[in-house]
Structures are given as C-alpha cells and as structure tokens.
C-alpha cells in the first residue's frame, strides 16, 4: 500500500509551517534516513527524513507553500512492486487528532466539567485515638518524642533505616536520633556525608526500591539542595507512573527561625513543600504530636515532609504512656476551645498562640486556638467549623507572609466560608524580611505573642 | 594500558595492584567481544531491530501530532541498553534512566503497545497516560524510571542500589545517563557515596557525543568519560557502544565485580543518536555528513546484521525477521492510536497512595 507522507509536526507547539523545499522529486527512490523535504516552523528550519522505503509518487503541496497545516498529506512514497501513479492521488485529511483534542473516547456534553472531575474523598470524622483512663501520663521532651517515634518504628519495620548528616555516631547535630547507632547499628543509622542532594537521591531510590527511609536534614535550610529529589523525584514519581512507583519517604528535621543564626538558616519551608501535590507534610507542636505523627510518617505510603522545630525541641510536654501512640494524618487539633475568635496556628506559633488566648481571656476574649499540625492536605474543615462558631479568624504563622500557609487559610475562609465572617481573616505573620541578625532586629522581625494579641482585639473591635 | 608492576611498593593508588582502576578495562582488553550463540546473536539482533522500528514509528506519530511533548528516539543508541540488559538478572537486578527511556523499557520484553499508547497518552499506557514518553516505569521488571531531570537518576540509583545492599538480596542497580548529565554535581555526590558504601551499582554513561546541541568538547574539561570516577576510587571501562557484543562482553565483567561486593563500575558506551535532541531539535550543531558516515559505518544493526550473515543467517531470514517487526510496530502503533484517552475522573486518582 502507497504511504501518505504527512506535514510533519516538528515541535510540541507547531500547528502549521512552510514547505521550503523539496530535496526529492517525484519518481526519485527514497530509503530511510533520506531527507525528502525543509520544513520551515517558527523556530526554525527542519529536515523532514524519510523512515520508509519506495518510490517518491506525486508530489500534492509545492514548494514554497505556506501555512500547510499538520498533518497534510504532502506526498505519497510508492512500495516495493508498487505503481507509482496509483500511489499518486490522496484523500486530504480530515482531521489530525493530537494534544489537546479528545481521541477514541466517545463525545460526551459535560465532559471535564466539575461534575465529571471527581476529587478524592477526604476522609471524615477521622479523630484522635482515645486515650485510655487512668493511661499514665510522662513528661518528654520534643526531641526524645521524636527520637522514640523512630525507635519504636526502627523495631517494629526492619525496613526503616536513618540517614544523615551527624545522625550516627555523632548522636544527632540536635540529638534528635541519640542512641540510636547503639540499638540498631550501622546498617540502620548511616551517617552521610555533607552532600543534600546526593543523599536526598539515594534516600528516595532506596524507598522506590522497597525501604522506609528516614532522611535526616541538619536543618530544612540545607534541604533547599536536595529539594528536587523531594519534589520531582517523590512527590511525583506515584502519579507519573499511574499508581505503580510508590516513593514512602520521611524527609525530617528543623525548619523555620532558630536563635541569632542569620538569614540563610532561618527560614520555613512550610509553605513551599505544601503547595506541592503528592506530598504530606507535617509540622506538630508538642511532644504527643511529634511522636504519634512520627509513627504515622514512617508508616505513611507517601513521601512526608517532616517539619520540627529547633526552638521547641528541649520543650517537655505531656504524653500519654501508650504501646502504639499514631496519630491520624491530615487532622488538625483544637488546643484549647474558645467561642469569641480563632486563632490558627502551626508548629511554633501554636505555643504563642496558647499563650495570647491567655492573654485575651483576662481581657474577656474568649479564644478558640488550632493546631494544624499537618499543612498538606489541611484540615480545611476543623477551620471553617470553628469559624462558624466564632466567626473571626487571625493567623499566626512563623513564616513570611507571601503565599504562606496564612495566606492560603484566608483563600480558604473567603470562598467557603464568607457567610460566616464578622471582620477581615487576618495574618499574623514574621516580618517580609531576610531574618536579620542583630538581636532587636531579630525581634522585630519574627512573630510575638503581642502581635497576635493586637490582632485578635482588632478582629474582635477590641481596640 | 599501563600495568601495575608486580613485587613494588605500590606508589599510588593506580599502581596499587590490588586497586581495581584499570584492571577490569585489562581484562576487557583481553577479549572485547562476547562469545555468543547463534541464539542470543538473534536475539539481539531482534531487540535492536525492534526499538529502531519502534522509534522510527514514534517520530511519525510524533510527525503526525498523535505524541505530544518532549519525545527522544533511541535510534542509534540500541546496542547499549541491548548489550547491558541481556547481562541482568530478570527479576532481581533494577534499572534507572533519564528522559530518553523507550529503548529501555523495549529491552525489557515490555509489551511495546503500552509503551506506544503511553506515548499517545492513552489509558492503555504504562503509566496510564500520565506519564508521557520520558515518565515510564515498570515495578514488575525492577525498571524505575523514566526522568526528566538530568542526572537525578544517578542519585534515585544510588538509593536503588542500596536497597539491594540492605536487603542482602545479591542484585545490583544499573543506572544510566548521558554525556550532559555526566557534568551534574549529584553525579558525583553520588559516585563519592556508593564508592564510600560500595553500592552495587553500575553507572553507565551513553556518552551519544552531544548534550542536546552542545558537543562534548564545549562541555566536558575531561571527554574520556571513563575516567570521572578516578577520584572516586571507581573502575572505570571504555565500551564502543555501537557494537552490541562489546556492550555485553564489558557488562559481563562490571557485574562480576559489582557482584563480588566490590563497589561500584563505571562504563562509559561511545555511541552516537541519528535524531535531534529531541523532536523539535533541527540538529544544525553536527553535519549531515558526520550522521551519514556514522549510519554507514557504524551502526549497531548493521554491525550485527555482518556478523550473522557470516555465520550463515541468510538475508532472506533477516528480512523476515524485519517484517514480523515492522508488524508487532504497527499493531502497537494501531492500538496506541485507537484506543481512549484517560477517563476524566483519573485526573484526581494516584496523587496519594492512601486516603486522609
């Protein structure tokens, strides 16, 4: 059968082109690799090379012809034993099915409406496991929280290992992973050397080859070498391959402001890593939470970005002396109940945020205050729920202002929860600055239990 | 290729004579061309033919506007992955590539229709549609990938590698990347960890000459590829990546060495690719005639194609075998042309395994 040679489509965006030249003339054998034709796009020009073999028929678009459209037939190529001038007449193409436009799938009329675009279910009423009467209850700190999440996780799954920077034998640069080299040995505690990117790869490899692991950074600052293994490597990899790659990764360590260390670590990713589908992330506050969402990233089937705090690691809290403390993902965690205003907060700021409701309720404010404690997906409904209830929101946020995870809670109380708002959701946020060094500028600069107070009076008409 | 002279004091590593630098290129040296049956010879010939007529066919569709995108053709490059995956352990070993990953995936015995119809972005693909040319995997063949950023599969086969450490499972991870990727930075974080681990890890780079449209020359201090792992203590071997039994002969040495526990191999496959870049790539970077001579004397099926008919195939059994391809081509063409697009309530599905 004679082949239709087509205009040729010669970049993802070329709708159309110039048939500069023709290299062959009809009758001329072709074999493959041949140059038959210049193609001029808008780029540039292009050889179009024969991939078949036979005898070049009737030539149907001259040369010099602008605006052929993709997909016309050009020419035809005659087979072997084939006649030439049967080959030479050729029906013009109807239609070139391609990007964009909808192929072997027959029309239906709302097709791609919202109706048809079916979102996954959240889940609901998913709540914090009941702690048992008469459970005891232990003082930790954040950091030991942490450190028997891993532990408990490291025994239960031979498949979790730690690597990192200073994780082994150094114990940890914030001893977070003390005393782990000792239970579980070289093997399963590796120390790394300083090289993010390259060691942010190997972690997500090995989890696409099978393992659990958890991957130490010194602090989220440095992450910011590695963050392509974190984004286009693991969050991606499970929808790219249509549900076949999983990538269950733990990327962990501090992030946000720590003390007088300067702008280039002083930084939260929070806002960053939750914009990025295919990523859980998480940023508890005290110890319980720490632990139980510890537990629950290791054992999570997607890759977790794991956000602590350097500043309230050496903090003790109460935690409930249970076998297997996991805590749900993707739940946020009223901290103290309140009915006048809200006050949304995460990691860090959930400590000034508590102590500001304090504050206001010798002041007759009565200050409902959350914990978000994952950022992605949020806990869109706890928020909107205890806005109904009080109809006022402030934000507070260890972060810069600018597309943070603030800014996304106000997105969120205008398009679902307008009704119910009785003053401006307001952000209560670090100053948009690189954090200085200086200690009073560095007050200046970062998030204060004052600030959110101001904040709350003025939602409230209060001041 | 200098010897490491015997009863010395060693005076550097490259001297040492237990330091394995140039020793697996020694033993390479001995015999470069695999000994194979009539069999095997056929069998290669056969996987090389059918990615070059796969990949003739996905530049039409491309031409045809049914594969959208970015799509790189193998053609040129097939007696690499031919020659290395021939070498693997089914089922135990895993693979790593960049963007330019149809070849690959052929080599695998991977049906090609779901590769054809992951290229036209359809439900029947591989990845479902969501992939694209340069996002395939297969877990069921330890095949992982299918990147598209340069030089990231280096690191990820690092990872891989190191699972097959941990869990003690006696394979080895063969990670390849190109000339390009060959100047990234994590390439060389990676080389320092699996030298420093002794990963079983094969780095392969298909040296094709040009990253994109820059010759090696203009991007690369040092050309001999081979030798990027000196500092790393890494064995290095230098393979015409245009015969497909040289390939196979120096991957049946780097996975004895990889094997014995004895860190990683790096091996460089000179090779060269007849199509632009990419699709849209015009090529106007090398001559015509530099392609040319290379199709007419280098090539890989034409190279083997020699060796059969000398051995007693006849043409007329080569021709037959190229038509029975060019129709399992067309079949897959066919069925990545006809069949639907993905559902649209697939849109939302696979960005997280489990539900929150």
Redesign the interface.
Known sequence: MAIEL???????T?EEGTLAKWLKQEGDEIV??D?IAEIETD?????FEA?DEGTLGKILVAEGTENVK??TVIAMLAGEGEDVSAAAEAAPVED????GK????PESSG??SEA????????TG?KDPEIPHGTNMQTITVREALRDGMAEEMRRDERV?VMGEEVAQYQGAYKVTQGLLDEFGP?RVID??I?E???????????????R?IVEFMTFNFAMQAI??II??AAK??????????CPVVFRGPNAAASRVGAQHSQNYGPWYASV??L?VIAPYDASDAKGLMKAAIR???PVVFLENELVYGRSFELPELDDHVL????ARIMREGSDVTIVAYSIAVGLALEAAEELAGEGIDAEVIDLR?LR?LDKETVLESLKKTNRMVIAEEGWPTCSIASEIVAICMEEGFDHLDAPVTRVCDEDVPLPYAANLEKLALIDTPKIVKAVKSVCYRD | MAKAPKNKTPRSPAENPDFALHSLQEEFEKNKRFDASKEQMQDFYEQMLLIRRFE??A??L?????I???CHLYIGQEAVAVGLQSALTEKLD?V?TGYRDHGHMLAYGIDPKVIMAEL?G?EA???????GSM?????EHKF??????VG?Q???????????Q??EDGGLCLAYFGDGAANQ??VY??F??AA?WKLPIVFVIENNQYAMGTAVSRSSAETEFYRRGTAFRIPGMKVNGMDVLEVRQAAEIAFKHVREGRGPVLMECETYR?RGHS??D???YRT?EEV?DM?EHRDPIEGLKKTLIEQGSSEDDLKAIDKDIRKVVSEAADFA?????P???E??????????
């Open positions: 087509k205009m040729p489509a010669l970049s993802p070329m493959a690799g140059i780029k540039a020009t292009m050889e991939v993709v997909g070139v099915p391609g990007e909808d192929v072997g799938r097709e791609g048809e675009i079916a979102k996954p279910a959240k889940k998913v290992f093997k790394t050397p090289t990117y390259g060691f942010a790869g190997i972690g997500t490899g090995a989890a696409m080859g099978g393992l692991p392509d293994h286009n490597s990899t499970n929808y790219m391959s249509g549900g076949q790659m999983r589908p295919g859980i999570c089937e997607d749900p993902i993707g739940k994952t997906p | 003739e066919r530049g039409q491309y031409g045809l506007g049914l959208g995108g970015f895993s790593i036209t359809r693909g591989i990845s479902k549609g969501k992939g996002h395939m995997f297969s877990t992982y990938g299918g990147h598209g950023i990231a280096v690191a990820l086969g690092g990872g891989l590698a190191l699972a097959h941990y869990n930075g994590q974080e990676t320092n960890m420093l007849y699709m849209s015009p090529a106007k015509r040319q199709r042309e006809n069949s639907p697009e559902d649209p309530s849109l939302y599905t696979d960005v997280l395994v489990e539900e929150y």
